[in-house]
Structure formats: structure tokens, C-alpha cells
């Protein structure tokens, strides 16, 4: 049997995770991301196609990397996606394949994923109000993403359905009661993320950022004491249920309390370029090699030189802390 030295890092960590951007364009204008206008898109020809993703997956699975999550932009918006899924269902060593969304085609793709291999999502959910909604995503489509969610609802392969919530400082709190109640009444688990500085119009401020601490009191002040359940080590959430039983929480907590320790992930953006932390500054290009003839082993040997720089952590606590080199829609969340 073939040994493959696995993909590890500086410091340790083994890679077994890749986030895969396969598009930075998205149909909501959430202000935590993107500026009311969108962002300069980038040219059909500098997106990776179906099968150059395939080929990288299928590298990288061969050195360990066991999940691979889809993501964007909107993923939903990249023609044929369900084919994509297709190719990578099939892939070896491909364990756990996800897929992150705003929901709101969801409704029509749910059928079309699963019948292709998708086994579990993650839709965005920041609110069930229909005023709030539109004011953080820009875009009036509530309803099209609870249709969605109901459509992933049907097919019990698709689970555990994550709804991700953005907590931001001054708008989440109203809004918390009412999702942690979905938690409660729907196979969802309801998951709190900070809002972190990866927003294009570059406005995020540390006082902009609502705790996942802040978020457990108010449903506790509700509930009673939430219960912690374990998590994977390599996990971003800390999971807990209800004291009753009924409904799970996740609070993703990268600013409050980084992770950065037993982060096994790794990002490649929709133009080719691998990232190893969400805070890079700098990124290593795959797909001009890829489209210049290299063989697998000289992408191997680039992917660990990548992964042997990946970053210890990040500095958004840090005095002088620098931005990414790009923003979270570019990156792919
Ligand atoms: N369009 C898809 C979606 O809405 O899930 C996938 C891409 S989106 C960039 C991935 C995730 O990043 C979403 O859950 C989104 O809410 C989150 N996100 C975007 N900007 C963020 C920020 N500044 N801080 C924390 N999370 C953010």
C-alpha cells in the first residue's frame, strides 16, 4: 500500500479540510461582506472550471484531506453546480462533502444536489424578519430562503441542516429569541458566528462584534443554562442543546475565543489561488501551473510548500492587525 506523508503544517497541524470558492459572485449584498454595488467580478476565464476543481480535490484528497466544503460567492449562482458535486462525490477520500448557501435557490437545487452526492448544508440565516432581512441582506428574499430550507427539509440525507447566523453588535440581539425557537421547532442547528473584519467596505470595528458569550446569555435569559456538548477537536463551534432536549446551538466564536490552534483547514479561491487561513495575506497560485502543464506531483509539492507557511493564527486581537489580502465573498466563506 502506497503511504502518503499527510499535509501538515509549521506547526503541526494536519490539513484534512478545503473550503472550495467556485464563484465570487453572490445575489444578496449582505453589509457585513459586500458593498451595496457588488464587487468588480472576476472574468469567466479566470474561474477555475469543473474539472480543474476536480483535479485539485482529487490531489489534495490523495494527501488526506478528507472534507471538502463548496462555497462562493453564492455557489448556487455557478451554472451546473449540481454536476460539480456530481464529479467530487465520486472523488476517493472525499468524506464529507458541504455545501454553504444563502438559501435562496435552494428550493429549485436541493433535489438536483442530493441526487448528485450532497450530504449536508449550511444555508445563511441572519434573521426571520422580513424588514431586518432586507436591510442586511439588501435584498427582500426571506421567504425564498425558508422555502429553500423547507426544500433541503425533505430529504433526510441532508442533514444536519446548519442555518449561520452573522452576529453583529446592534442588530442580532432582537433577532436571537426567534432563531434559537427555530432551533427548537426544526431539524436546524442554529449556529452564531462573529462578525469578523472581512467585509469589502472595510467598516467593522471591534465594537461591532457581538460575542457568541454575549449571544448564550440572551438565550439563556430565555431558556435557562444551555448545555455544552462535545465538539471535534478541528470543529469552529462549541455546540450546545437546550436543557430540555429539544434543539442544538453552535457559536462560532473566531474573534471571543480563536481557534486557531486545531484549525486543519485550508481555502482555494475561484481564480485558482490556495489560501491557508482566512487572514492571509498572501496566496499561492494553483492555477497557472495547473493550466501550464504541471504534473500532480509538482501541484503536491506546491501544496505543502503552501501549507508549510500556513499561518499560526490570526491577529484580529493584535495591535496593528492587518486586513486579508482580499475580502470573505472573494476568499469564499
Ligand atoms: N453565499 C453563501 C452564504 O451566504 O452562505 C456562501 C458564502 S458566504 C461569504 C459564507 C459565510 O460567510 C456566510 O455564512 C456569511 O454569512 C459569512 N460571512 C460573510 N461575511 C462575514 C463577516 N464579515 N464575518 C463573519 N462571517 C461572514
Request: net charge neutral; glycine share 6%.
Amino acid at each position: 500500500m502506497l503511504i502518503v506523508e499527510p499535509l501538515r503544517d509549521s506547526w503541526a497541524r494536519e490539513i484534512k479540510s478545503v473550503r472550495v470558492s467556485v464563484t465570487d459572485k453572490c445575489n444578496f449584498r449582505c453589509t457585513y461582506c459586500m458593498p451595496a454595488e457588488g464587487l468588480p467580478w472576476l472574468a469567466r476565464e479566470e474561474i477555475l472550471t469543473f474539472e480543474e476543481i476536480e483535479r485539485l480535490v482529487r490531489i489534495l484528497a490523495q494527501l488526506g484531506v478528507d472534507e471538502v466544503r463548496l462555497t462562493g460567492g453564492e455557489p448556487l449562482v455557478r451554472r451546473d453546480l449540481p454536476v460539480l458535486v456530481g464529479m467530487l462525490a465520486r472523488v476517493d477520500g472525499v468524506q464529507d462533502l458541504s455545501l454553504t448557501t444563502n438559501g435562496v435557490l435552494l428550493d429549485r437545487y436541493a433535489a438536483p444536489l442530493v441526487a448528485a452526492g450532497l450530504r449536508r448544508i449550511n444555508v445563511s440565516l441572519d434573521t426571520l424578519n422580513h424588514v431586518r432581512f432586507a436591510e442586511i441582506a439588501r435584498r427582500d428574499a426571506l421567504d425564498a430562503v425558508l422555502r429553500g430550507l423547507e426544500a433541503a427539509e425533505q430529504y433526510p440525507e441532508l442533514r444536519p441542516i446548519k442555518l449561520n447566523c452573522v452576529a453583529v453588535k446592534g442588530f442580532t440581539e432582537t433577532e436571537v429569541p426567534a432563531l434559537a425557537e427555530l432551533a427548537r421547532r426544526k431539524p436546524y442547528v442554529v449556529r452564531f458566528i462573529e462578525f469578523m473584519p472581512l467585509d469589502a467596505d472595510e467598516v467593522w470595528r471591534e465594537d461591532d462584534v457581538l460575542t457568541g458569550g454575549e449571544i448564550r446569555a440572551i438565550v439563556e435569559e430565555h431558556y435557562g443554562p444551555l448545555v455544552e456538548l462535545p465538539a471535534k477537536q478541528s470543529s469552529t463551534a462549541r455546540r450546545f442543546r437546550f436543557a430540555d432536549g429539544a434543539g442544538e446551538l453552535g457559536f462560532v466564536n473566531p474573534v471571543s475565543e480563536p481557534f486557531c490552534s486545531s484549525c486543519d483547514r485550508i481555502r482555494l479561491t475561484a481564480d485558482g489561488q490556495l489560501r491557508t487561513c482566512l487572514f492571509s495575506r498572501r496566496e499561492w497560485d494553483l492555477k497557472q501551473p495547473l493550466r501550464g502543464g504541471a504534473s500532480d506531483q509538482e501541484l503536491v509539492d506546491l501544496i505543502r510548500f503552501a501549507v508549510r507557511h500556513k499561518e499560526l493564527k490570526h491577529k484580529i486581537n493584535d495591535p496593528g492587525f492587518a486586513r486579508a489580502s482580499r475580502s470573505m465573498s472573494q476568499i469564499g466563506g
